[in-house]
């Protein structure tokens, strides 16, 4: 059975959801697991209610499960290590788009711009950064409403600097995508520095023989 098929039934069978899976250098082994996303009613929107977060008892959990069920499959690695998504948490499909719209987000495209680039910015641009932004469909289409980015190339003003109010605002810019047009997407890991939470909490077990397991 494929790394991929063993570790997302594991997993999913405890309950979480399988966000990555990579191979290092020196054998180990690192799978990232969120809890499954269930969008918010407008009355806990209202009430502020936060995200439910992956904990460390969590990655416990799967990581002992992981174990048992890597060992019977034959599978060879070194160290295992699970944890939650960090804060440059990659976005794998159409929930995850839908969870972090108003996020910014970078994109990487399969293929440059080319023609489609209109001029506005370079034809051999593949990589995005942008508010991420639901595009829906145009009345009568019969594709799934789509995605978009949104962004402005204004220059960042430096610590202390004061902005004209008269100063005219930099045009915006928008790139629609499919999903399928893209190579990777992850939120951009912009720290706040101003009180900015992450939406899941960091969660991690690092196991070498079954026994080390730090908090």
């Known amino acids: 059975m494929a790394l991929q098929q063993i570790v997302e039934q594991t997993v999913a069978g405890l309950g979480y959801d399988l966000v990555e899976i990579e191979r290092s250098?020196?054998?180990?082994?690192?799978v990232?697991?969120?809890l499954p996303w269930v969008a918010p009613t407008s009355e806990a929107v209202a009430a502020g209610v936060p995200e439910p977060f992956v904990t460390v008892e969590d990655c416990e959990k799967v990581t002992r499960q992981l174990q048992f069920s890597l060992?019977?499959?034959g599978v060879d690695y070194k160290r295992l290590e699970v944890s939650s998504p960090g804060i440059d948490r990659p976005l794998r499909n159409e929930q995850d788009f839908e969870r972090f719209v108003g996020a910014v987000i970078d994109i990487t495209?399969?293929?440059p711009m080319g023609a489609a680039a209109g001029g506005q910015v370079s034809a051999t641009r593949k990589k995005f950064r942008g508010t991420l932004e639901r595009a829906e469909k145009a009345e009568g289409a019969d594709a799934a409403p789509g995605w978009q980015i949104v962004w402005s190339d204004a220059p960042k003003p430096k610590p202390g600097q004061k902005v004209s109010k008269k100063r005219a605002p930099a045009?915006?810019?928008?790139l629609g995508f499919a999903l399928d047009e893209l190579r990777d997407a992850r939120l951009a890991p912009i720290v706040d520095f101003k009180g900015r939470k992450a939406k899941t909490q960091p969660g991690f077990s690092d196991i070498d023989d079954g026994t080390n397991v730090p908090d």
């Open 25 to 30: 250098a020196g054998g180990l082994l690192r």
């Open 32 to 34: 990232t697991i969120d």
């Open 71 to 73: 060992e019977v499959d």
């Open 109 to 111: 495209l399969k293929a």
């Open 171 to 174: 045009p915006l810019h928008a």
